[in-house]
């Protein structure tokens, strides 16, 4: 369902001068930056909303409801630093595009649907990601999660570090 997220990232990515690949299993939405000879390196951020009513209280708080498949009605906020990870991966995809004579290879920026249901990133493999919308196959894949942790704070480690799955 995250069909404005989706059109806000490709919107984005076009104004930055990357190839944009969009309706990915159902709402997924793809950037390819090409810069010469390299790696290819793949940027994934979760983008889908949760069903949580935002209580923050803030003028810009999620008053969005939406209706599931089952036919109930819910609130959706994006919760879980899902805004945060959409706003990290356009940063980087702008600070990239504006600095295109430090690097070279190519950057894939994926806008990944339903995160949370653990069906988004099945649904655009499935849905061809990398044959009928021509996504170039990954060197190197990165994916970033907030935490509760003190600001400032950056833990990696290569593998899976807070939760994953496999199809």
Not at 77 to 92: K, N, R
């Amino acid at each position: 369902m995250e069909t404005r997220t989706a059109g806000i990232i490709a919107r984005k990515f076009e104004t930055l001068g990357y190839e944009v690949r969009t309706g990915i299993g159902e709402t997924g939405v793809v950037g390819i930056l090409r810069n010469g000879d390299g790696p290819t390196v793949m940027y994934r951020a979760d983008m889908d909303a949760n069903a949580v009513e935002e209580a923050t209280g803030l003028d810009y708080a999620s008053t969005v409801r939406v209706t599931r498949p089952d036919g109930v009605e819910v609130p959706v906020a994006h919760m879980c630093g899902h805004d945060a990870h959409v706003t990290w991966m356009l940063g980087v995809a702008k600070v990239m595009a504006e600095n295109k004579d430090i690097w070279s290879g190519t950057l894939i920026f994926v806008g990944q649907p339903a995160e949370e249901p653990i069906t988004g990133a099945a649904a655009m493999v499935d849905d061809g990601l990398y044959t009928t919308h021509d996504v170039p196959i990954p060197d190197y894949l990165l994916a970033l999660h907030t935490a509760p942790v003190a600001t400032g704070l950056v833990a990696a480690r290569s593998g899976t570090i807070m939760a994953g799955t496999e199809k």
